[in-house]
């Protein structure tokens, strides 16, 4: 059906959760209270106890979210990567709520709900944009996929009981070669994810880099790398060894056989986050992690 209200947010819900049924209730509920429209998808729709004035969607292309300023992710990391991919194609802001354990791309938690709403209504939020990268596989000079990601783009090996032999690259020139488990070239926004997994560094968020992370390398020099976010890197896995594996955040794969050659750069296209509040990275860390900071007196006045 369709709405007349002048305003629609869509939300997107991992319907498969409880906590992520009752809380879709609870801001649908707020949102069409205070006489804005809701949009969902009509396979989630059959999941959730909606009012009628709630419109449905059939298929999950970057149009359903035409017309909507807002899109609202309830859910773990792989709902909030998973709306990143309509915020994305769409240009549509997302504002996560974590219904997971971590979850750093959500900007509340399942107990702000009703401050969601509120800060919805009265547009009283704020759009960032976060680094995406974009992944080109080569195979013999041909380019044989594409791909993007606003986490990480991991090249990994397929099988257990064989290394990935693979060579690195930045700017155009080699830089070490080894067997490893896998690489993990990530963003800032990544680097609390796979990459922290990896042994990688924590890159705030407002800086503008790209990472590349070696998983269990064999190696003297496998170090996490931390380059200019204009370097293209590259990962070639060696002709004549077991084929990989590329996985783009976790959701989208691909098959890499020998021989094959991965560039990751700055994305062309960024997600747009929506936040409402200016706390710091620093707090956000030290929450999500349950870091020690007792003790802490701060710098004197």
């Known amino acids: ?12 819900a991992h319907t498969g959760r409880p906590a992520a049924i009752r809380s879709a209730e609870l801001v649908v509920k707020g949102l069409l209270h205070s006489g804005l429209g809701v949009r969902v998808l009509e396979t989630e729709a059959r999941d959730l106890p909606l009012p009628d004035e709630v419109e449905t969607v059939r298929e999950a292309t970057p149009e359903c979210l035409d017309g909507c300023e807002l899109l609202i992710v309830l859910g773990g990391d792989g709902t909030l990567l998973r709306g990143a991919e309509f915020a994305r194609a769409s240009g ?3 504002l996560g709520v974590n219904l997971g354990s971590v979850g750093f791309l959500a ?3 399942r107990d702000d709900l009703d401050r969601v709403v ?9 759009v960032e944009e976060r680094m995406t990268v974009d992944v080109v ?10 791909d993007w990601a606003l986490n990480e783009a991991a090249v990994q090996k397929v099988s257990a009981e064989r290394m990935l032999e693979v060579v690195l690259e930045i700017d155009g020139r080699p830089v070490t070669g080894f067997g490893c488990d896998g690489i993990v070239c990530a963003t800032p926004t990544g680097s609390t994810a796979y990459a922290f997994s990896a042994g990688g560094p924590v890159v705030w968020p407002e800086v503008e880099a790209l990472l590349m992370v070696p998983i269990s390398a064999h190696a003297l020099f496998a170090k996490p790398l931390v380059t200019s976010p204009d370097s293209v890197l590259a990962v070639e896995i060696l002709p004549h060894v077991p084929p990989g594996v590329l996985w783009c955040d976790g959701r989208r794969t691909v098959e890499l056989p020998a021989g094959a050659r991965v560039e990751v750069r700055r994305g062309a296209v960024p997600v747009r986050l929506a936040r409402l509040h200016h706390a710091s990275f620093t707090d956000r860390l030290v929450a999500k992690f349950a870091l020690p900071v007792s003790g802490w007196r701060g710098a004197p006045h």
């Open 1 to 12: 059906m369709t709405t007349n209200r002048t305003r629609t947010v869509f939300l997107l």
């Open 137 to 146: 596989v080569h195979q013999n000079g041909t380019i044989v996929h594409t």
């Open 118 to 126: 509120d800060r919805v209504v009265s547009k009283a939020y704020e």
């Open 107 to 109: 900007e509340a938690e």
């Open 92 to 94: 549509v802001p997302m």
